[in-house]
Nanobody, 115 residues
Framework: QVQLVESGGGLVQPGGSLRLSCAAS????????MAWYRQAPGKQRELVAT???????VYADSVKGRFTISRDNAKNTLYLQMNSLRPDDTAVYYC?????????WGQGTQVTVSS
């Protein structure tokens, strides 16, 4: 089993920044994929950013140039640095881990961008 705990969400003004963290614990193998998703009210959950092949990164078009995904393998922690936040970034952000055919989700952290 794998547990994912997100933190770092909150209320921020447009143009501001937040850094999300996702701490993974439990049985984690050497090969796994981690990603950030988000779900806004009334919308489907969408991929925000992920690592491909452990090193390359992929971003949603809407966040390119503003968000940066990173990871600390020693700490099994995933990060999402979010800059130049906009009201349409408001959503619950979820951490996702996939390994050995299994998929795990965190409980989500709310990000609200509003003046």
């Amino acid at each position: 089993q794998v547990q994912l705990v997100e933190s770092g969400g909150g209320l921020v003004q447009p143009g501001g920044s937040l850094r999300l963290s996702c701490a993974a614990s439990g049985t984690i193998f050497s090969i796994y994929v981690m990603a950030w998703y988000r779900q806004a009210p009334g919308k489907q959950r969408e991929l925000v950013a992920t690592f491909i092949n452990g090193r390359n990164t992929v971003y949603a078009d809407s966040v390119k140039g503003r968000f940066t995904i990173s990871r600390d393998n020693a700490k099994n922690t995933l990060y999402l640095q979010m800059n130049s936040l906009r009201p349409d970034d408001t959503a619950v952000y979820y951490c996702n881990l996939q390994q050995s055919g299994n998929e795990y989700w965190g409980q989500g952290t709310q990000v609200t961008v509003s003046s």
